[in-house]
């Protein structure tokens, strides 16, 4: 067996006693954990089904390693004095063929994402739901209790001395003080001042940016100088290429100083576009997690069909152009909004 890399006669004196056992650790139940003792498989196996169960119900515990462990999970469930989370987790095998949790994770995360996240034909998500709800609402098991109380029977397994592990009343003690502890250092923190609100008005306008502009008009008054060059002596076929490029550019850059994208109470104006009502406004799609890449409108035609519209980051303006977008559509109550949206979502993953 792999040499202990904890103390745990120093780890159960720590002053934080909520982390210990549980979850204290983690980093060998990942890396580690075939090479564990019996004892210790029992600790972390149990910790990792509170935690991740705790974290996102028992169809995330179904698409982490430790499901690979189901059936040892629930026997360590048992061992450790926990029959009812142990009974929980029986239930959620019956989601499965024949009650068998397959023991490959890419197995069971296919069967997450292409049927549970999905229809979900067989309901499996409406039991797993049931049974994550009991779990939640379940009173009278304190992990951490259960965890101390295990090292503490099995001393030999975690290499040190019975007394050395505290008692439930040293435990609540211990407990009771560091949350005193951190609820005077949070007090002693200085407020920080709450930052105003960003008022959204009416009508919010941007344009692009000047960079873009002096580059386009830049290469197009270049163009228009080489090609003179050019006609004059070695190649007037290229130059003549080179100065309609140059008489294309420089209108171009002109135009787009005078680009404005503008939303108001009536849609979305865009030079030499047609108007976006608020009404047309079916969905939205991000181009990066923070907006910073823009952002894709979906439309619906008055003739029917639909478009997508792209807005671009980087335009000048006053307020970033999604969130006015997302202020407007709330506003003035588009049939897409971020609310409707999210929970289309939530309709899609059935957990409506």
């Given at each position: 067996m792999?040499?202990?890399?904890?103390?745990?006669t120093a780890l159960l004196a720590a002053p934080e006693p909520w982390v210990i056992p549980l979850g204290v650790i983690e980093d060998l139940d990942v890396l580690y954990f075939?090479?564990?003792?019996?004892?210790?498989?029992?600790?972390?196996?149990?910790?990792?089904?509170?935690?991740?169960?705790?974290?996102?119900?028992?169809?995330?515990?179904?698409?982490?390693?430790?499901?690979?462990?189901?059936?040892?999970?629930?026997?360590?469930?048992e061992a450790i004095g926990a029959p009812p989370?142990?009974?929980?987790?029986?239930?959620?095998f019956a989601v499965w063929p024949d009650g068998q949790v397959p023991e490959?994770?890419?197995?069971?995360?296919?069967?997450?994402?292409?049927k549970w996240l999905a229809d979900d034909p067989d309901g499996a998500m409406k039991v797993l739901n049931a049974i994550d709800h009991e779990f939640y609402e379940h009173e009278g098991l304190d992990e951490a209790e259960l965890g101390y109380e295990?090292?503490?029977?099995?001393?030999?397994?975690?290499?040190?001395?019975?007394?050395?592990?505290?008692?439930?009343?040293?435990?609540?003690?211990?407990?009771?003080?560091?949350?005193?502890?951190?609820?005077a250092e949070?007090?002693?923190?200085?407020e920080k001042p709450e930052e105003p609100e960003v008022e959204i008005p009416e009508t919010v306008t941007w344009r692009l940016?000047?960079?873009?502009?002096?580059?386009?008009?830049?290469?197009?008054?270049?163009?228009?100088?080489?090609?003179?060059?050019?006609?004059?002596?070695?190649?007037?076929?290229?130059?003549?290429?080179?100065?309609?490029?140059?008489?294309?550019?420089?209108p171009?850059?002109?135009?787009?100083?005078?680009?404005?994208?503008?939303?108001?109470?009536?849609?979305?104006?865009?030079?030499?576009?047609?108007?976006?009502?608020?009404?047309?406004?079916?969905?939205?799609?991000?181009?990066?997690?923070?907006?910073?890449?823009?952002?894709?409108i979906e439309v619906t035609n008055p003739t029917g069909g639909s478009r997508v519209a792209w807005i671009s980051r980087g335009l000048i303006g006053p307020v970033p152009p999604f969130h006015v977008f997302l202020t407007m559509v709330e506003r003035h109550d588009a049939p897409w909004s971020p609310m409707s949206g999210l929970q289309s979502v939530r309709n899609s993953l059935g957990d409506s």
């Open positions: 792999r040499k202990r890399s904890y103390d745990y075939d090479e564990l003792g019996e004892a210790e498989r029992v600790l972390c196996l149990v910790d990792a089904y509170v935690r991740e169960v705790n974290h996102g119900g028992h169809e995330y515990w179904f698409g982490t390693m430790y499901a690979d462990y189901a059936e040892e999970t629930a026997a360590a469930l989370y142990a009974a929980y987790l029986r239930r959620a490959d994770i890419d197995e069971r995360e296919d069967v997450i994402t292409d295990w090292i503490r029977s099995n001393p030999e397994a975690f290499g040190i001395a019975p007394e050395d592990v505290p008692t439930a009343e040293e435990l609540k003690a211990r407990i009771d003080a560091a949350q005193t502890k951190s609820r949070l007090d002693a923190e200085p940016p000047p960079r873009g502009l002096w580059i386009t008009g830049g290469l197009g008054a270049l163009c228009l100088l080489l090609s003179w060059w050019m006609l004059g002596r070695i190649a007037p076929l290229f130059g003549g290429l080179v100065f309609a490029a140059g008489l294309a550019l420089i171009t850059a002109l135009l787009r100083t005078r680009w404005r994208l503008v939303m108001d109470p009536k849609g979305i104006h865009e030079t030499r576009r047609p108007t976006i009502p608020w009404s047309h406004v079916t969905g939205c799609r991000m181009l990066s997690l923070v907006g910073l890449q823009g952002f894709e």
